[in-house]
C-alpha cells in the first residue's frame, strides 16, 4: 500500500472547472492528509485556484495542458481531438503510467469511458468495464452497476458486474460476503431474460467467494436496500438511476411548494427548518457523487459535471477509498475461474 | 357512444378482493353516475359487499364464479386453471362479447396479460400490446409505457406505443398533438440503440398525425414532465417505474423520520401538516393507479394488487375515461400506413 494516496484531477472537467475542482480536492484534502494531487490543465487557472488553499498546494503538482474536451463533445471527437494531450487524457495516462493511483474528472462520461477504456484497458478475466455508483437507500448504501458503460449484457457481463460490485461493497460496508441481487422485471415468464436467468443460475449453483447471491430484485429494492449489490445492464441502469433522481427532485419541488402553501406551514417550516435541510442533503443526488470505473487497470472516477466543490469531493473520497482499500485486489479474489460461464475448471480426477 | 359505461370488474383480484372492488367501484360510480357494474367473482361475497352500496347495487349485475387467479399463479398456470371459468377470464370474456366496455382487474399483471392478449387479441396494425401508465410529472400528468407486457422492442414496435401513447395522452391531456419523447441514455455512441434511433428518424420525418415528436428524453425527464408521452421497450419501463415508486417511498420514509427528530420539527409538523398530508397523497404511487393495456380489441386495466378502495376507484376512473374518450377511435386515427416502418404508401406517380 503506498504511503500517500496519489491523485490526478482534470482540472478542466466538468460545468465549473478548476473553480470546483480545486477547492473539492481541498475539502477532500482535510478528511485525507494522506494524499497528494496533480492537476491537468491551463496553468495559470489552476494556479490561481490554488493561490487560497496553501495546503493543498503544498501537496500539489501542475501539469499544464490548454486541450480540454466539452461536456458535449461526442467520444469519437474526444478521442480525436483530445488523445495524449488533453487534460482529460493526461489525467488517465497518470495512471497508466503509475504516477497516479486514481484519475478522478468531472467531464463527460461518453469521452472519460472511451478514453479509460482505450488507455487503460479491461483487467485480465473481464470483458468489459461498467461504471458502478453507490445509491443511498434506506438501509444504508448499496452499490449499484452498469449505469451506461454498456448496453445490453449476456450471463458472463452480469457475473462479472457481480464479482466487480461485490468488492466494490467489501470496501464501502466492510462487510466479506456481501448480498448480491440481479435488477429484474415482476413478470415471470416474459421471454427475453435468457440472460438474467443463466446469471442468476450459475451465480446460485458455483458459490463465488466473497458473493452471496440472494437472486432477482425489482426497481424498488434498489431504495429499499434489499441487496448490497444490485448488478444490471447499462441501459435499464442508467434509466433506473436518472428515473430515482428525477423522482428525488420532484418530491423536492413538491415540499418546497407544499411549505410555501399557507402562513401556517410557514411557521411551521420555520421550526422544522433544521430537519428540512438535512432532508434535502440527504436526497441531493449530488451528495451520492462519483461513478467508479469498474474493470479496467487502473481506477477512473467521474463526477457529476454540474457537482459543486462538496459534490466534486465527494468523487474525490470514493477515488481515495478505493485506493486505500485495494479494489483491484479484491476484484481478482473474486474472479476465481468459477466466475466463467465456462468455466475453466481442471478436469474431474486429473490430479487424484 | 353507449349511454352507459359498461365496467366489468373481476371482484377476486388485488390483495383484498370484493372488499376492495365493490367499495371502489361504489366511489367510481358517485363520480360517473353513468356506469353500470358486471362483477364476476363469489356471489355470497359480493352480494355481502355490495349490501351496503345500495346505489351501486342497483346498477350491477353479479356473475357468479369460485375460480379465482391467485395473485402468485404463473400466467401459464393462470391460463391452464382460470381458462374460460375464473372471474379474471370472465371479466376479459365480458369485452370480447360485448357486453362490458372495459375490464378492470386488480390481478396478477402477468396473468391478466396473458389471458387478454390470448382472448381479445391485437388490434390490426398492431404488433404487440403495451402496459401504459399515467405518471404525475411536476407539469401534470405524462403517458409512459410500456411498463412490463413485452422485454426487448424493435422500431416498429417503439413507434406503435408512439402512436397508442399519444391516443392515451389526447383523452387525458386534451391536446391534439401530444409531445412524445423515446426514452434513451446520455452516452452517445454506445452500441445497441439502433432500434431507438431508427424509430426516432422515422418519427421525426413522417410527421404522423397527433404525434409531435421531440426526440430522445432521459430518466430525469420523465419527472419532469418533459414530454406527453414517454415511449420505451418494457425492461427499462418497469424498471423505471418501480425506481421511482422505490424513491418516493425512501424520501417519504425520511420524511417521516425527519419530522421526529426534536421537539421543533414535532411541532413544525403540528403546524404544516395538512401540506404534509397532501404531499403524502402527491408522491402516493397507488394514486396514480391503474396500468392501461393499450393495443387489444378491448380495453383493459390493472388495478396496483395491494391498492385500497381509493386507489381501486381510480383505475376504474380510467378505465371509464378510456371508454367514454373512445380509445380505440383514437388508436386507429394515429394508425396511419406511414405509421409502419415499411410504409405502405401509395406508389409515387401511379395516381397522377
Not at 463465488?208 to 431504495?223: A, K, N, R, T
Amino acid at each position: 500500500m503506498p504511503d500517500k494516496v496519489r491523485i490526478a484531477l482534470d482540472a478542466m472537467g466538468g460545468d465549473h472547472g478548476p473553480s470546483v475542482v480545486i477547492p473539492g480536492a481541498a475539502l477532500a484534502q482535510m478528511r485525507h492528509p494522506d494524499t497528494e494531487f496533480v492537476f491537468f490543465g491551463i496553468a495559470p487557472e489552476i494556479e490561481a485556484a490554488l493561490a487560497v488553499h496553501p495546503k493543498l498546494k503544498a501537496a500539489s503538482r501542475i501539469i499544464h495542458t490548454d486541450v480540454a474536451v466539452k461536456m458535449d463533445d461526442k467520444p469519437s471527437q474526444a478521442l480525436r481531438q483530445g488523445r495524449w494531450k488533453s487534460s482529460m487524457w493526461l489525467a488517465i495516462d497518470a495512471v497508466k503510467q503509475g504516477e497516479a493511483d486514481v484519475a478522478v474528472s468531472a467531464g463527460n462520461t461518453g469521452a472519460l469511458m472511451a478514453m479509460a477504456k482505450i488507455h487503460l484497458r479491461t483487467m485480465a478475466g473481464i470483458e468489459r468495464p461498467a461504471i458502478a455508483a453507490i445509491w443511498p437507500t434506506l438501509r444504508g448504501e448499496s452499490v449499484v452497476l452498469d449505469l451506461g458503460a454498456n448496453i445490453g449484457a449476456d450471463a458472463q457481463h452480469l457475473i462479472d458486474m457481480a464479482v466487480m460490485g461485490s468488492a466494490m461493497a467489501r470496501i464501502l460496508l466492510d462487510i466479506d460476503r456481501p448480498t448480491v441481487g440481479l435488477l429484474n422485471i415482476g413478470v415471470e415468464e416474459v421471454k427475453g431474460l435468457d440472460e438474467v436467468r443463466e446469471a442468476g443460475r450459475i451465480l446460485r449453483e458455483r458459490d463465488l467467494p466473497h458473493i452471496h447471491y440472494s437472486g432477482f430484485v425489482e426497481g424498488d429494492d434498489i431504495g429499499k436496500g434489499t441487496v448490497d449489490v444490485v448488478v444490471t445492464e447499462g441501459f435499464a441502469g442508467n434509466i433506473a438511476l436518472k428515473a430515482a433522481e428525477g423522482t428525488a427532485r420532484q418530491i423536492a419541488g413538491y415540499l418546497k411548494a407544499a411549505m410555501k402553501e399557507t402562513i401556517f406551514t410557514r411557521i411551521g417550516y420555520l421550526f422544522a427548518r433544521g430537519a428540512f435541510r438535512k432532508l434535502a442533503a440527504k436526497i441531493d443526488p449530488s451528495r451520492a457523487n462519483g461513478g467508479v470505473f469498474v474493470g479496467l487497470n487502473g481506477i477512473v472516477i467521474k463526477s457529476h459535471g454540474g457537482a459543486d466543490a462538496n459534490g466534486f469531493s465527494a468523487a474525490v473520497d470514493i477515488g481515495y477509498q478505493m485506493v486505500r482499500n485495494d479494489l483491484k485486489a479484491k476484484i481478482e479474489q473474486a474472479l476465481v475461474p468459477e466466475a466463467r460461464v465456462v468455466a475453466e475448471l481442471p478436469e474431474a480426477g486429473a490430479a487424484s
